[in-house]
């Protein structure tokens, strides 16, 4: 056994230097060797984890658990779920690697994130705090926790963890952007030194460049120097103009699949819930705020941004792509069962309700799929944001969006947004008027003027009854994932319209192409 317990440290080993080759042999000779073995399949689980093969990852995990099941297995079955966004799977993964029978730091805080990533910030904190006890300098546990306690809230815990995390890795560039995006900036107390010298330290690295260059807007903003925050946004962005470019062009194929089935005939769906409550629209339209409006209602449960409508879909039709959401699914799905998309959605989501009547899903994005949600959950109800153009714009170019998810990658440059915009606006449009009664088209300037009415009928077209704590959105204690973390536990207000104008000079072009709709 000593020979199988050393290659195992030799694939370990391996594995921290990212020798993914030899980490792989490794494996397979104890197996071959021994027989079936748990830790073998558990690091061939990690090393597919590493390389982004995370259904492959699963599968060996899996398999590792069927021969000895151990809490480390569990934890790391619960980071892949969560990575999936699948949260049934997650939670019992999760339960089954408490925090007592975790030793190891890495492990803790490997179920801390895959519990954040599920909103589950609360059961969280516990599994983040042994970790931090156990190696209170690691910077990425810091981070991590950070980013926990910023989306439940706790600001203050959050920015207490993201200087750790600093203090201890001086070019966390990650943490640097987190910092600023928490706000408190003024002239006696800014980054704007800190953030400048590590700017030029980053230039050959996009996502560092990218995070420092949102971060220096984030405080030039606040400090009134809008010139100076659209020239480092720009920078920034830079390096991926054309990742917007190709992800606008994909964006335009599905459109057109979309046009073209918006007339065909389906089977009628079988699935009758009338839980679901889909709210739509592009990002940074007010979304978020609808949610937490919606949320606050007693028969109302709120999800959060939900991947599973796009991923019930995928499962029905089983389209060969790594994607999601890509036009050869979209196609597909029009000549598929609707009643097993629905009926799949509602076995994913059910759950979340928690003895709710009703549950809130506002993935923005879902707007692709209005047509295909009205076909498949007929009884469910959507909302799409509609808000001021250039807002909406420049509000997206201003926004560091996950870097790593492909829905975002349009947003790196400006003109690029605008034409987005203009297809997203026709696509809802057309929808609307061929089925005015699938949808609420909600103008966020409306609800921000007029928020009783507007809540009074957004509720009434819920099939809600009004209940008056739905307008204190300020009162919601919910944890917000979003990038409206902040604005959104405000009274309901004005203050973000019209925000565009601040880089009225900059935006000629934008305004030009917008006012061809």
Request: hydrophobic share 40%.
């Amino acid at each position: 056994m000593s020979a199988v317990n050393s290659r195992l440290d030799d694939a370990v080993k391996y594995l921290s230097e990212r020798n993914y080759q030899q980490a792989h042999q490794c494996c397979v000779e104890v197996i071959k060797q021994a027989g079936p073995h748990p830790h073998a399949y558990f690091l061939l689980g990690m090393l597919h984890i590493e390389i982004g093969q995370v259904e492959k990852a699963i599968a060996l995990l899996n398999k590792s658990n069927d021969i000895e099941p151990r809490p480390i297995t569990f934890a790391y079955l619960a980071k892949c779920h969560a990575l999936k966004g699948d949260m049934p799977q997650a939670l019992d993964c999760a339960a089954s690697a408490p925090v007592d029978e975790l030793s190891r730091a890495l492990d803790l805080d490997t179920v801390g994130v895959s519990l954040s990533r599920v909103g589950l910030h609360e059961k969280a904190v516990g599994y983040f705090t042994k970790a931090l006890d156990i190696a209170p300098s690691n910077p990425q546990f810091n981070y991590n926790f950070a980013v926990s306690a910023k989306f439940a809230g706790n600001f203050k815990v959050a920015r207490e963890h993201f200087e750790r995390a600093i203090k201890h890795a001086p070019d966390f560039y990650q943490a640097h952007f987190a910092l600023s995006d928490l706000g408190g900036i003024s002239e006696a107390s800014n980054h704007l030194k800190q953030l400048s010298q590590l700017e030029e330290k980053v230039q050959a690295q996009p996502e560092g460049r990218l995070h420092i260059g949102h971060a220096l807007a984030k405080e030039h903003e606040a400090l009134g120097q809008f010139d100076k925050a659209f020239e480092a946004l720009v920078h920034a962005k830079l390096p991926h103009k054309q990742r917007s470019v190709n992800t606008l062009s994909d964006y335009q194929s599905i459109f057109k699949h979309l046009y073209q089935n918006l007339t065909i005939t389906s089977a009628k769906s079988e699935e009758t819930s009338n839980a679901p409550i889909f709210v739509v629209g592009m990002p940074r339209s007010g979304t978020t705020l609808v949610e937490r409006i919606l949320s606050h209602h007693s028969e109302v449960a709120s999800g959060g941004e939900l991947q599973d409508f796009g991923v019930a879909v995928k499962e029905v039709t089983q389209t060969s792509s790594q994607l999601v959401l890509d036009a050869p699914t979209i196609e597909k799905a029009y000549h598929c069962d609707m009643t097993a998309i629905g009926a799949r959605y509602i076995e994913r989501t059910g759950f979340l309700r928690q003895g709710a009547t009703h549950l809130v899903d506002k993935l923005p994005f879902n707007f692709f799929y209005i047509d295909l949600i009205r076909r498949a959950l007929p009884n469910a109800k959507i909302v799409c944001l509609m808000r001021d153009p250039m807002d909406t714009c420049v509000g997206n170019f201003r926004q560091l969006f996950s870097i790593n998810s492909p829905y975002y990658a349009y947003a790196y440059d400006l003109e690029v947004i605008g034409q987005f915009y203009l297809a997203f606006d026709k696509w809802i449009s057309t929808f609307a008027q061929a089925h005015p009664d699938s949808i609420r088209v909600q103008s966020y300037e409306a609800l921000a003027h007029c928020p009783e009415k507007e809540v009074k009928d957004l509720l009434d077209f819920c099939g809600l009854p009004w209940e008056s704590q739905c307008i204190q959105v300020e009162n919601n204690n919910l944890p917000v994932s979003t990038a409206s973390k902040v604005q959104v536990r405000e009274p309901i207000n004005t203050k973000s319209i019209g925000r565009w104008r601040h880089y009225e000079k900059q935006t000629a072009a934008l305004q030009g192409l917008l006012a061809t709709r």
